[in-house]
């Protein structure tokens, strides 16, 4: 598991049950801890491994960026990626430059979000299309 779901310095990984995620958890704290990399910040939506995690007195953050989406893990729910100060046009004319600075604001390496940014990056596309016919 380490292999797939060791991102940098995050584990990112999930379970069936609730009994195969408190296993887990001591297996990789063990693994971690051998190999002089102890593991500090811990972050579930299990409240079986939140009150594992209490017992042994290790701090849990109820909300965390996970990949750079920011999770609520009381609510179980992602936030949103978008830098929404850059996609405010504030009476100055729509370019080019201002739709790519809008679409590059967007850090979505799990394409939840490509829905939305699909939309830009097609006019981009059709534009540098149409830019390339007439050099």
Not at 6 to 17: G, H, R, V
Request: hydrophobic content about 40%.
């Amino acid at each position: 598991m380490i292999d797939k779901h060791l991102y940098m310095d995050d584990f990112l990984a999930s379970t069936e049950t609730e009994t195969h995620i408190t296993m887990l958890y001591h297996e990789f704290k063990d693994l971690m801890t051998l190999m002089k990399l102890p593991m500090e910040k811990w972050a579930t939506n299990s409240l079986k491994l939140k009150d594992v995690i209490q017992t042994n007195k290790e701090f849990h953050k109820s909300t965390t960026a996970v990949l750079g989406i920011d999770w609520d893990t009381n609510d179980d729910t992602l936030g949103n990626a978008f830098k929404t100060s850059f996609c405010v046009a504030g009476g100055k004319p729509l370019t080019k430059r201002w739709l790519l600075r809008c679409i590059a604001s967007c850090y979505d390496p799990l394409g939840l979000f490509s829905p939305f940014t699909i939309i830009g990056k097609n006019l981009i596309s059709r534009y540098m299309d149409s830019w390339y016919q007439v050099g």
